[in-house]
């Protein structure tokens, strides 16, 4: 079974440039999360999708990021303008469903370097 | 709000040696408790969870928690290091009915032959 997949590995860009990360998730995973993790730190939620649904997006900064999950499948991720501290590791994780519980996959990660 | 606390930025053991990683949490209600690892240039693996019942659970790879309720803490043990246990270990929780894992800064193993 495949397992989350994420590209690009790794994404090098200048500030106030666009950049978009891509997830595809373990099939039939229901629910789609990304996550932020810095340095030395534990991954925060950016947004938790239901299928098609983001139903948690409270963490994530709506000036300049946004997602989508269209057909409740992949799922994409963009930074625009992309600012120095959005350097990070942007990982997207899936599971079955939300229920109390459920363990989450996750992808190899994206690791953004804004200069 | 629910937090998640690793005392430990490193953990250091000799390989054949018992290993405990520590976690303390702060949730309401009953916790949802996780363990993840996360090797170099790989994604965060599921280790063992606890939900309820038993306050010992066993996961992967040999290693297992013991949840503690009185102390508020989840800490990962395993009787016998291995040098490839080395890696990142995350502690995470969530509550009762709401999957939003919130995840401790995580603790470095570093396992010496």
Known sequence: EAGVVQSPRYKIIEKKQPVAFWCNPISGHNTLYWYLQNLGQGPELLIRYENEEAVDDSQLPKDRFSAERLKGVDSTLKIQPAELGDSAVYLCASSLNSRGGEKLFFGSGTQLSVL | ?113
């Open chain 2, 1 to 113: 709000a629910q937090s998640v606390a690793q005392p430990e930025d490193q953990v250091n053991v000799a390989e054949g040696n018992p290993l405990t990683v520590k976690c303390t949490y702060s949730v309401s209600g009953n916790p949802y408790l996780f363990w993840y690892v996360q090797y170099p240039n790989r994604g965060l693996q599921f280790l063992l969870k606890y939900i309820t019942g038993d306050n010992l659970v066993k996961g992967s790879y040999g290693f297992e928690a013991e949840f503690n309720k009185s102390q508020t803490s989840f800490h990962l043990k395993k009787p016998s290091a291995l040098v490839s246990d080395s890696a990142l270990y995350f502690c995470a929780a969530h509550k009762t009915g709401f999957q939003k894992l919130v995840f401790g800064t995580g603790t470095r193993l570093l396992v010496s032959p």
